[in-house]
C-alpha cells in the first residue's frame, strides 16, 4: 500500500505563478541541468517532492504511465536535471533482453558494483550469482530484492541516489521485482527510484507500493506553444486545434508532424505517425481474424462513424461486423459511443489507418461510400470525401461532387474545411480551366482560414496549371491584393491597388460586381493604406458617370462605397431607399466589416459597430481565423473610442496573436497602433512609445491607418503633458509622407491636430483641416462628428484677438459641442471637451463656471483609468479653487481591482460581454472550458461581481472590468 507521506508528492506547485501549459520547452543541451517541459507542471511538482524527500532520508518510488511519445523520456531527463546533489543511475529496458534474467537490474548497477563486498555476504553472493560473476545455485528473488536494497543504501551513505528507468515494460519481470520491492523499502534511505513504462503493455509495472502517476496529452495552451516552437510554418487555430484533437495531445507525435507540411484543419483522413511511433502504437493491436481487421480499418477510414453505416460498408466487403464487435476482440481499441464507433485513442486510429495499403484504404473508402449514398445515412460531404480518396486520378463527377461539399462548408463549418475539399476537388479534375479554378477557391479558403503559405502555394499551382487564367483575374487579383495588404505578401499596399485597379474598373464597365463588391471594396480598402488618390479618383470618378446601379447585394455595396466617398465633400450620401436594410442582411464576415468602415465615414458609428460586431461574431462562427484577425481591428478601434478600455485591450491583443499565427504583419501593426493609442491614455507612456515605434519603423509610407493612429498615440502622449508643439509635429507627420495620406485617413485626427496648433501658438495650421472636418461633419450629421467640429472651432475662436473674436463665441461653440456630446455613446471625447472648456472658463477668471466641467472631466477620465489626463483635469480643479475635487462619485473597491486584471482575464471578459458560453470562449481563445472557469471566478473576485449578467451590464456601461 502506498505510505500516506507519498501523498505530498501530489501537491501543486501553485505558487509559482504559472499555469499548466505555458512554460516553453527546453531543447538545447545546454539546458539539460534545468530542463522545463511544456504542459508538466503537476508532474514536474511530483518529481520535485519525491527528490525532496529521498534528500531528507525518507524516499520512494513514482511510476510514470503513458503512451508512446507522451513526454516518459523528457520526464526523466527532468528528473536527472533536477537531482542535485544526488548519484544518479540510470538504464532503459530492452526489448531483446526482456527474457533474460536480471538483465536491466545489471546494467542499473553496474557502475557500483564495486560495493558488492559493504553488503551481507549472502547477499552478496546472490547478486553475483544472477550477474553471472560466480556459479551456484539460484539465490530467492526477494534475496537479490535485498540487496539492491543494501547496495544502493551503501551508495547513498556518500549522497542521495535517483535510479531511472526509462522503458520498463521491456525490462525482464525479474529486475523489475527487484527494483520494486526494493523501492517498497526506501522510507528510511535517501533513494529515490522513478519507472517510465507504457499502461497496456505485455509486462505491465506492478506500481503496488508506489506512487502510480498517469501522463494524460498536452492542453491547448501547451499545444500552441509547442507548434510555435517546433514549426517555422504558422498553423492555424483550426490546424492546432485538429492536432490537438488527432494526437489526443501526444507531443512527439505534434512536433513530428509539426516538422513535416502536413495541413488537417477538418479532413476526415486520420494524420500520417512517423515510422517509429505507428510501430509502437500497432503494438496494441493484437492478432486479428481477418473480419476484426476489415472492421478496424473501416472504423479507421470512417473516423467517428454510426455503427450502421460501418455495418453496411462492411457488408459490401463481405464482412458482418456484429460477429466481430460482440467477440470482444476489439474492445480494448474501439468503443461504442452512442450509436457512433470510435477508437479509444486517435493516434491507434492513425497507426491502423496508414498499416494499411493504399489499395485496401481505397476499398474501404469506396464501400463508405456506397454506404453514405443512401438515407438515413445519406451525408453527401463526407460520402463526396471518401470518393475523393477512393480514386487515385482525374474523376470529373467527383471532383464536382467535391466542391458543391466545399461551397456548402464555405457557409457552415468554415473556410479551413472548405478549403481541404477544394483543394481535393482541383488535383482530381479533368480539365486544366476546372484545376485552376478550383485551386484558387481553395487559396481563397486557406487565406480566410489563415494560412496564407498554403493559399500562395495553391496559388502558384494555378498558374503554372492554366496560365492564360483569363476568367479567373478578378479572384486571382483580389486574393493576391488581401495577401499584399494585410501580409504584405509578395507586395505592399499600393502592389494592391495596382493589381486591383484594371480589374475594379472592367467590372464596373461590365456590371460584374453587380452580386459581389468585394475587389471594390478590397480596392477602398488598399488605396486609403497606400494614399493612392489619383486611383481612387479614377474609381470613383467612375462609378459617379455609370447608370444608377440596381438592387443586388453588389449594388447596394458600390452605393454605400460612393456615398462615403460624397459625403466628405459636402455632396448628399445618394443611398437608394432600402439600402440600409440591405446592409443589415449581409453575412460574409468581410462584408460586413467593410460596410462597417464606409457607415462610420457616413457619420453612423452605431450602426458601424454592430455591423463590426457581426462581422466578428460571424468570422468566429465559421473559423475564418485570417478574417477575424482583420475584423477585430475596427472592433477594438471602436471599444477604444467609447472609453471600453479593457474590452478594446483584449481584441487588440486577440486579434495582435492571431494576426501574428496566420502570418498577418499588417494587421498585426493596426492592432499594435490601437495598442499604442490605448497605453497612451492610459499614461503608460514607455508602452505607447515603444509599440507607435515599431508601427512607424515597420509600416511607414505602406500602411497609412495604422501609421496614422500611431501618430495619434504619441501625440495624446504630448498633449496630456502640455507639449503642443511636439504633438503637433507628430500630427503634421501624418500629412507628410511619400505618397501623402489619403484625405480621409488625414480627417481622422484633425480634433487632436486642432488643440495642437491652438495650444502651441499655431492656429494657422489648424484652419484648413477644420474647415474640410466641418465638411464632413455637417453633411453625414452624426453627433460624435459634430461635437469635435464645435469643440475645434471653440479653440480656434480661443485664439482668435478681442478684435476678430465675437464675445462667447467659444463659449457657444463648447456649449453646442457639449449638446453633441449627449447623444452619442463617447465619454472620453466629451471628458476631453469638458476639460477644455472648463480650462477655458478657468484662464477668464470664471472659476466657479469651470468648476462643474473639470470635475465631470476628471471624474470621467477616473473612471476609464486614464490617471494622466485624470491629473490634468485635477490640477485645473485646484487651479480653479477646488482643493480637492469632491468623492461623490468615489470609484467602489470592485472597480479599482478591474485594473489588475490580466490580459487573459481581460479577453475572457470581452467575450463574455458579447454573450459567448464559457465552451465558446475556450474554442475562440484555445483553451479548455475549466481554464475558462477558472478565469471568470479570477475576475468575479477581482471585480467583486456574483454573476455573469453584473459582468455584461459593466462591460456596456463602459466601467470595466
Not at 892 to 904: D, G, I
Request: proline share 7%.
Amino acid at each position: 500500500m502506498p505510505r500516506p507521506r507519498v501523498a505530498a508528492i501530489l501537491v501543486p506547485v501553485s505558487s509559482a505563478g504559472f499555469g499548466r501549459g505555458v512554460v516553453p520547452l527546453s531543447t538545447g543541451a545546454a539546458d539539460h541541468a534545468r530542463p522545463v517541459l511544456l504542459g508538466r507542471v503537476t508532474e514536474q511538482a511530483a518529481i520535485d517532492s519525491l527528490l525532496e524527500l529521498a534528500r531528507a532520508g525518507q524516499g520512494g518510488g513514482l511510476v510514470l504511465h503513458g503512451e508512446p511519445g507522451i513526454g516518459k523520456t523528457a520526464l526523466l531527463e527532468y528528473a536527472a536535471g533536477r537531482a542535485d546533489g544526488m548519484r544518479v543511475l540510470d538504464t532503459a529496458g530492452v526489448e531483446p533482453e526482456a527474457d533474460l534474467s536480471y538483465a536491466a537490474l545489471h546494467r542499473l548497477l553496474l557502475p557500483v558494483l564495486d560495493r558488492l563486498g559493504r553488503i551481507p555476504g549472502p547477499q552478496a553472493r546472490g547478486v553475483e550469482v544472477v550477474f553471472g560473476r560466480r556459479s551456484g545455485p539460484a539465490p530467492e528473488p526477494f534475496l537479490v530484492a535485498l540487496a539492491t536494497l543494501s547496495l544502493l543504501a551503501q551508495v547513498a551513505r556518500d549522497r542521495p541516489v535517483l535510479c531511472l528507468v526509462d522503458d520498463a515494460h521491456w525490462a525482464d519481470p525479474a529486475s523489475l521485482d527487484a527494483l520494486t520491492v526494493s523501492a517498497r523499502r526506501f522510507a528510511t534511505e535517501p533513494i529515490a527510484l522513478v519507472l517510465a513504462a507504457r499502461p497496456d503493455a505485455a509486462r505491465p509495472v506492478d506500481p503496488v507500493g508506489l506512487f502510480d502517476l498517469p501522463l494524460g496529452g498536452l492542453d491547448r495552451a501547451a499545444t500552441r506553444v509547442l507548434l510555435a516552437g517546433q514549426s517555422r510554418r504558422r498553423r492555424s487555430v483550426a490546424e492546432q486545434a485538429a492536432l490537438l484533437a488527432m494526437t489526443g495531445g501526444n507531443p512527439l507525435a505534434i512536433r513530428e508532424l509539426a516538422a513535416t507540411g502536413w495541413r488537417g484543419a477538418v479532413v476526415h483522413e486520420p494524420m500520417p505517425l512517423p515510422a517509429g511511433q505507428r510501430r509502437a502504437f500497432l503494438d496494441r493491436v493484437p492478432e486479428l481474424d481477418p473480419a476484426a481487421r476489415q472492421v478496424l480499418l473501416l472504423a479507421a477510414v470512417a473516423g467517428a462513424a454510426p455503427v450502421d453505416t460501418i455495418r453496411r460498408a462492411a457488408h459490401l466487403l463481405g464482412v458482418d461486423v456484429t460477429t466481430s464487435v460482440a467477440s470482444g476482440e476489439l474492445d480494448d481499441l474501439i468503443v461504442a459511443d452512442g450509436a457512433a464507433l470510435s477508437f479509444r485513442h486517435p493516434l491507434v486510429r492513425s497507426a491502423v489507418y496508414h498499416a494499411a495499403s493504399p489499395t485496401t484504404r481505397r476499398a474501404a473508402h469506396r464501400a463508405l461510400a456506397a454506404a453514405l449514398a443512401a438515407p438515413p445515412a445519406g451525408d453527401p460531404d463526407r460520402r463526396a470525401w471518401h470518393l475523393g480518396q477512393a480514386v487515385d486520378g482525374p474523376d470529373e463527377p467527383v471532383a464536382a461532387a467535391l466542391e458543391h461539399s466545399g461551397e456548402r462548408a464555405r457557409r457552415g463549418t468554415g473556410p479551413a474545411a472548405a478549403a481541404v475539399y477544394l483543394e481535393r476537388a482541383g488535383e482530381l479534375s479533368a480539365s486544366r480551366p476546372s484545376r485552376a479554378r478550383r485551386l484558387v477557391a481553395a487559396a481563397a479558403a486557406w487565406w480566410e482560414a489563415g494560412d496564407p503559405d498554403r493559399a500562395g502555394e495553391l496559388l502558384a499551382r494555378a498558374e503554372r496549371v492554366d496560365p492564360a487564367r483569363r476568367n479567373l483575374r478578378p479572384e486571382i487579383a483580389t486574393l493576391q491584393a488581401q495577401v499584399a495588404v494585410r501580409a504584405g505578401r509578395p507586395g505592399l499596399p499600393a502592389d494592391a491597388v495596382t493589381l486591383l485597379l484594371p480589374v475594379v474598373t472592367d467590372l464596373l464597365r461590365t456590371g460584374g460586381l453587380r452580386h459581389g463588391a468585394g475587389p471594390l471594396l478590397l480596392f477602398g480598402e488598399a488605396s486609403g493604406h497606400a494614399g493612392a488618390v489619383d486611383a481612387w479618383s479614377t474609381v470613383t470618378g467612375m462609378i459617379e458617370s455609370l447608370p444608377p446601379p440596381g438592387p443586388g447585394t453588389g449594388d447596394v455595396l458600390t452605393r454605400l462605397y460612393r456615398a462615403a466617398g460624397r459625403v466628405p465633400t459636402g455632396a448628399e450620401p445618394g443611398l437608394a431607399p432600402g439600402d440600409l436594410a440591405a446592409i443589415e442582411a449581409l453575412t460574409d464576415p468581410a462584408e460586413l466589416c467593410w460596410a462597417g468602415g464606409l457607415l462610420h465615414d457616413l457619420g453612423d458609428p452605431v450602426r458601424a459597430r454592430r455591423l463590426r460586431r457581426r462581422a466578428v461574431a460571424r468570422a468566429r462562427a465559421v473559423s475564418a481565423t485570417g478574417t477575424l484577425a482583420w475584423t477585430l481591428c475596427d472592433l477594438a478601434a471602436d471599444e477604444l473610442g467609447c472609453g471600453r478600455f479593457a474590452i478594446a485591450e483584449g481584441y487588440a491583443t486577440e486579434g495582435l496573436r492571431l494576426a501574428q499565427e496566420t502570418g498577418q504583419p499588417y494587421v498585426a501593426y493596426q492592432h499594435q497602433s490601437t495598442l499604442a493609442l490605448l497605453a497612451a491614455w492610459r499614461g503608460r507612456e514607455h508602452d505607447a512609445r515603444e509599440l507607435a515605434d515599431t508601427v512607424l519603423a515597420g509600416a511607414a509610407h505602406r500602411l497609412a491607418g495604422a501609421t496614422t493612429t500611431a501618430y495619434r498615440a504619441l501625440a495624446v502622449l504630448e498633449l496630456a503633458a502640455r507639449r503642443p508643439a511636439e504633438a503637433l509635429a507628430h500630427l503634421s507627420a501624418i500629412d507628410r509622407g511619400d505618397p501623402p495620406t489619403h484625405p480621409q485617413t488625414a480627417l481622422r485626427p484633425v480634433p487632436e491636430l486642432v488643440e495642437a496648433a491652438v495650444r502651441a501658438g499655431r492656429p494657422d495650421q489648424a484652419t484648413r483641416p477644420l474647415k474640410q472636418f466641418a465638411i464632413w461633419a455637417d453633411t453625414s450629421g452624426a453627433p460624435d462628428l459634430l461635437a469635435l467640429a464645435a469643440r475645434s472651432r471653440a479653440l480656434l475662436e480661443t485664439a482668435e484677438t478681442a478684435e476678430t473674436a465675437p464675445a462667447g463665441a467659444a463659449e457657444l461653440q463648447f456649449r453646442q459641442a457639449l449638446a453633441r456630446h449627449a447623444q452619442t455613446d463617447a465619454p472620453l471625447e466629451q471628458a476631453r471637451t469638458e476639460l477644455l472648456f472648463g480650462e477655458h472658463l478657468r484662464r477668464a477668471r470664471r472659476r466657479f463656471d469651470a468648476r462643474p466641467h473639470l470635475r465631470a472631466a476628471f471624474e470621467t477620465f477616473r473612471r476609464l483609468r486614464a490617471p494622466v489626463w485624470a491629473d490634468r483635469a485635477q490640477a485645473e480643479l485646484r487651479a480653479a479653487g477646488e482643493r480637492e475635487p469632491r468623492r461623490a462619485q468615489e470609484q467602489p473597491p470592485q472597480s479599482r481591482t478591474r485594473a489588475v486584471l490580466t490580459p487573459q482575464e481581460q479577453r475572457i471578459a470581452a467575450a463574455v460581454s458579447e454573450g459567448a458560453t464559457n465552451r465558446e470562449i475556450a474554442t475562440r481563445l484555445f483553451l479548455s472550458p475549466r481554464t475558462v472557469d477558472y478565469h471568470l471566478r479570477k475576475i468575479f473576485q477581482k471585480a467583486g461581481l456574483s454573476s455573469r449578467t453584473e459582468l455584461i451590464r459593466l462591460a456596456l456601461t463602459g466601467r470595466g472590468p
